[in-house]
């Protein structure tokens, strides 16, 4: 389980940098609220994103088809919480980015989704 853990935060951690890299704000990593988290909340432009982050090995299927409904509602709820815990007219999306590795020695691909609800 450790190792699973270990390698969730690594693709945490690439995802955080890409966001970063392409001019987003990192505002919350991990954040929690009940049973609700999000992995990053970040803003650019005027347009606040709450992201969930996917890593796989070797991937054979879309690391984005697990980002079910249940985790788009879920998304939602935590979503509420940081709204009424930090109130902003931001406009919001609800954002996926898939980190697979295929090999150690490769980089890994990354794919940004800015809407998951068209996934």
């Excluded at 190792?3 to 955080?16: I, L, P, Y």
Aim: glycine letters at 6%; charged letters at 25%.
């Amino acid at each position: 389980m450790a190792r699973h853990n270990e390698f969730g935060k690594w693709g945490e951690d690439v995802a955080a940098n890409y966001m970063q890299e392409h001019g987003f704000e990192i505002l919350a990593r991990n954040w929690r609220h009940e049973r609700k988290e999000i992995d990053i909340i970040a803003q650019r432009a005027g347009v606040l994103y709450f992201v969930e982050v996917k890593t796989r090995h070797g991937e054979t299927w879309n690391a984005e088809d697990a980002i079910t409904s249940k985790k788009r509602a879920l998304m939602w709820g935590a979503m509420m919480a940081w709204k009424l815990q930090h109130p902003s007219l931001m406009p919001v999306r609800y954002s996926a980015i898939a980190v697979v590795s295929q090999t150690p020695d490769l980089p890994p691909e990354i794919r940004w989704h800015e809407d998951v609800w068209n996934l």
